[in-house]
Each structure stands twice: as C-alpha cells, then as structure tokens.
C-alpha cells in the first residue's frame, strides 16, 4: 500500500512537502502541489490520518448546501448522519462541490484537499455524471435517496413509488376524479417515483391524464399557494391534491384557509412527509411518509465502517419502504355517490320501511 513516503519518493520531493499538501497547508508552491495531488489521484491514496482529529466525511452538495424548499427532508437527513458517524468516531463536514471544486482537479484530489476521508451525497437529474464520476475514481462514497443503474455508484433510498400509488387509488376510492399533481420540477427519482405512481393509478382506473391537472414548478409554501390558486380556479377545478414535497402540500392547505376553501370538505389534500410535519397542521395531513433519518443513518454506517474496515471493494444498495399514511385531509369528493355509501343509506330506508309497516 502506498505510504507519503513512497509518493516523496517517487515525485523526489521531502515527504514533509507530500505531508503539507494533504493537510493543505498554504506553503507550497502550485507546481509541486500539482504533482502531488496527480500523483495521490494516479495511485488512490487514502491517508490513514488519526480518527479523533481528521476522520472527516462530508454530506456534499452539487451546489448550495441547504435548500429552504425542501422542508424537513435535510434537517431530518443530517440527524440520521449524525447518528451513523458516532459509532467510529467521524466527523462531518457540508461542501459545494461546484461552488468550491477547481477546474483542472480530480474529485479525488478535491476531497483530499478538503480533508475528506469519504462523501455521502445528495443527488439531483443535473448531478448524477458528477456522481458517476465520483463512484469511477474509486473514491468512497454512497449517495442518499436516488437510485443508480451503475454497478459502482453505492447508493440508500426510498422507494416511494407503492405508497403514493396507493395515496392516488385512496382518493379515486373516494370518488375523487378530477385529482391534481403538483410536483417538483428539479426532478430526482422520488419525485419521478410519485409522478410515475400517480399516472398509472389514473390509468389502471381508467381516468385520463389532464395536463391542466398537472403542475411542475419549484417546491415550497408560494408554491403550494399558487397551486391551489390555479387548480381550485379552473371551470372544472380539482377535488384532490396529491403535492409531492411538504412544504408545497402546508402552501396549498395555508392558501385553501385564506380563500375558505375547507379541507377537507371541499378539497382533499395529499403529502409527502419526510419526519413529522403532518403532525403540526390541522387537519393533520395524509401523506405518503418516509423516513428522512433512516436514509442518513444507514448511508453514514455503511460509508463509515468501509472506511474504518478500507473495504473499498464493498457495495451498497439499499432501499428502505415508505408507507401511506390516513389522517384529515381526504375525505368523499364533492357530490361523490359511493358504493358503500349508496348501499348505507339503501339499508337505512329498508329499516324505516320496516319500521313503519
């Protein structure tokens, strides 16, 4: 296995400038911190560094590090993280790769310059070669609530696609046809998941796919108010909405109590809930619930105890269920006639007919 000194003396340099380079200390001219970091890139050296000073992984970001819009999904992710690192003592540390990458490094050399031992990652439609890529230099790393094809990517996630179809076949089971999406439009395999679920509920139900039902626009509260604005305004408004990020489903439920418009008497309304904020509202909301920590938990213990083990040869692929859960916010839709209400009421006037002969 390669050692600094070894790289010192491949590259003729002090293994004090080879020392210098990986703790990224400023007294060392470019050149040679090029050569250094080509040669640690070329060979795949991982320092053994002591765990209670510099045993670092980072929850990396493709750009910024924390979205509002996202609601609970981070805070609930990075507890879990925080939970997974204790058992070998890590460390954790959020990057930007693209705010903070150079152009002519590796991803390699990056996380070495940064003094990362290993990356849990957050992936989105525009950032999955960058992770594939990652996955290529050999450099450990998993990646929390997406699914990849590729063999070498490591990956933890959710699979949201059952209980969202169920969420959809729950309203149309309410008598619910006229029922809006509203998704968000920086797409990764969950919200594909949910949209994927919610276009075969329809079909296999025989209801069309309205595109004016439909609405694709960034997640969060003015989201939500703009949804429920357009889709309760239209000349055949919904009766339901299936909203696949939290804070856009409190947006829709804040902007139906402004207008009036009862939840959920007039206007059922579905979630995605990463922790517990179905639980604040009223009515609390129906969701399709997932649990955020879980995925931060199992990626941190399994990207930590590979590097504790160096098992660079392990895989990861691993996907934790979500499950649909019924609270206040669905209810028969407006004018529904159902079959076990229709045959309710039969028995209640065969009874007063009994009753009166």
């Known amino acids: 296995m390669a050692s600094v000194r070894a790289i010192a003396s491949r590259l003729k340099v002090s293994p ?3 020392s210098r380079v990986l703790n990224n200390h400023p007294d060392v001219d470019e050149a040679t911190r090029e050569r250094v970091l080509a040669c640690i890139n070329e060979i795949g050296y991982v320092p053994r ?10 929850l990396a970001y493709p750009d910024e590090p924390i979205r509002s819009e996202y609601g609970a999904f981070e805070p609930a992710l990075l507890s879990g993280i925080m939970r997974g690192i204790e058992e070998h003592h890590f460390d954790l ?9 150079l152009p002519d490094e590796t991803y390699t050399q990056f996380f070495l310059r940064k003094g990362i ?5 957050r992936c989105f439609r525009n950032n999955r070669s960058m992770i594939s890529a990652i996955a ?8 929390v609530a997406a699914e990849f094809d590729d063999d070498k990517v490591n990956f933890v996630r959710s699979d949201s696609y059952p209980s969202s179809r169920r969420a959809i076949e729950h309203l149309i089971g309410l008598g619910h046809r006229r029922i809006g999406l509203a998704v968000h439009n920086v797409s990764d395999t969950d919200h594909a998941d949910r949209r994927r679920a919610y276009d075969d509920a329809l079909y296999c139900a025989g209801i069309p796919v309205d595109p004016s039902l439909v609405m694709e626009l960034p997640a969060g509260i003015s989201a939500g108010e703009q949804v429920l604005d357009s889709l309760t305004g239209m000349q055949n408004p919904a009766t339901a909405i299936f909203a696949t990020n939290p804070m856009t489903a409190l947006g829709i439920m804040r ?8 939840v959920p008497r007039d206007l059922s309304v579905v979630g995605v809930d990463d922790s517990d904020v179905r639980m604040h509202v009223w009515p609390r909301l129906t969701a399709v619930t997932q649990d955020a920590s879980a995925l931060g938990l199992e990626a941190a213990l399994w990207l930590t105890r590979s590097i504790a083990r160096a098992d660079a040869g392990g895989t990861c692929r691993r996907t934790i269920p979500t499950s649909f859960e019924v609270n206040g916010t669905t209810a028969s839709a407006p004018g529904a006639s159902l079959p076990e209400q229709e045959s309710g009421e039969s028995g209640r ?5 009994k009753r009166r002969s």
Not at 255 to 262: D, P, W
């Open 16 to 18: 004090a400038t080879v």
């Open 117 to 121: 031992r290993g990356v849990v990652m």
């Open 93 to 101: 540390k959020l990057l930007s790769i693209r705010r903070d990458k």
């Open 49 to 58: 560094v002591g765990r209670r000073i510099t045993n670092v992984i980072a």
């Open 349 to 353: 006037k065969t009874g007063a007919k």
């Open 136 to 143: 290529e230099e050999g450099f450990p790393c998993v990646v």
């Open 255 to 262: 902007r139906a109590q402004e207008r009036g418009v009862v």
